[in-house]
């Protein structure tokens, strides 16, 4: 295959531009495997970068896409060869390094996990980056010592991609969840995937105090700003909040008060240099503790040539759960 179908982004008079195009496999990225990708999916950095919204893309062209799962075609790295399975996220795919939204991609060897056991590529693929990262918090409270006997966990941004598996996940272990969101259509959809209570963001969107109520014991935010400020004020004492997101903003308007006066830890959530045994770990967990019929619920399938008109969507917060892209 001299050239496969990619979604590129080029560098424009003003901003970027994004299409669905022929790329040379000439032009693929330095690697020591070559995978066939079969499916990835629409993330909220995959939004930014195809719209140009934030300067996600650090070099042009750049074929979009930060995971995928597909089957190694060819390999010259110990641990792969020609027709395993597998997953790859994060690593800077889709910002530095030429990303999945292709028929083929090129990546490190040492970035690739296994397909768990049990777990086809579309459904890798429907927990993807989203589900994975909310693994990784559910792994840092629990390590934390947030257990289900340690009382109510809330999530944020409930209804997103991060939020939909987290509360599946954490509710399939016995947590007592609350689910916050701005969306009150979506309540029996949470109360489905197993939130035991919804509220509506706005109880913490205000100015947060130093101190306030204590409400729940820890909890996995997407949102960041001043919502994650008002869930660290509302935490028990010698609770956790695990932050992985900032679709509210950056900043973090909060003070050290739930820190030295109840001992609340904020445990950060990266997903994109995630050391290899962590992710072993995740995903194996995920194998494991993701109810499948739930995942089924949350999951909608697009096309590779749908992905740039549906990406503003993502960003204004009007997709639910997971969108997967079938790539070939």
């Not at 330095?30 to 999916?41: F, I, L, Q, Y």
């Not at 939004?47 to 893309?57: D, E, F, N, Q, S």
């Not at 429907?126 to 792994?139: D, E, N, P, R």
């Amino acid at each position: 295959m001299a050239t496969f179908k990619a979604i590129r982004i080029d560098k424009a008079d003003r901003g970027t531009t994004a299409a669905l195009t022929q790329f040379d496999e000439a032009e693929l990225m330095d690697g020591d495997v070559t995978v066939r990708v079969a499916w990835s999916t629409l993330n909220y950095k995959d939004g930014l970068a195809l719209t140009g919204k934030a300067p996600v893309v650090r070099r042009f062209p750049m074929i979009a896409g930060i995971d995928f799962a597909g089957t190694v075609e060819q390999s010259s790295h110990p641990a792969w060869k020609a027709g395993d399975q597998v997953i790859c996220t994060g690593w800077g795919m889709g910002e530095t390094h030429l990303g999945a939204y292709a028929e083929k991609a090129r990546v490190k060897g040492d970035w690739l996990v296994g397909l768990p056991d049990g777990l086809s590529a579309r459904e890798a693929m429907a927990i993807g980056t989203a589900g994975f990262t909310a693994m990784l918090a559910v792994l840092a409270l629990e390590k934390q010592g947030v257990l289900p006997q340690s009382g109510p966990v809330v999530v944020t941004g409930a209804a997103g991609g991060v939020g939909s598996v987290a509360i599946s996940v954490l509710s399939k272990l016995g947590y007592h969840v609350i689910a916050s969101t701005g969306r009150s259509a979506e309540t029996d959809y949470l109360k489905q995937l197993g939130a035991a209570e919804v509220i509506d963001r706005n109880e913490l969107s205000g100015p947060a105090k130093p101190l306030a109520k204590e409400r729940w014991a820890g909890g996995v935010d997407s949102v960041g700003s001043t919502t994650l400020a008002n869930l660290l004020s509302m935490t028990r004492y010698g609770g956790a909040i695990a932050a992985c997101g900032l679709a509210a903003g950056m900043d973090l308007p909060s003070s050290v008060a739930p820190f030295i006066l109840r001992g609340v830890a904020l445990l950060g959530i990266d997903s994109v240099m995630c050391p290899l045994a962590a992710r072993k770990a995740a995903w194996e967990r995920l194998a494991q503790d993701l109810d499948r019929s739930k995942l089924s619920e949350i999951t909608h399938e697009i096309g590779l040539d749908q992905v740039a008109e549906v990406a503003p969507r993502i960003l204004a917060g009007q997709v639910r759960g997971r969108l997967v892209v079938k790539i070939s």
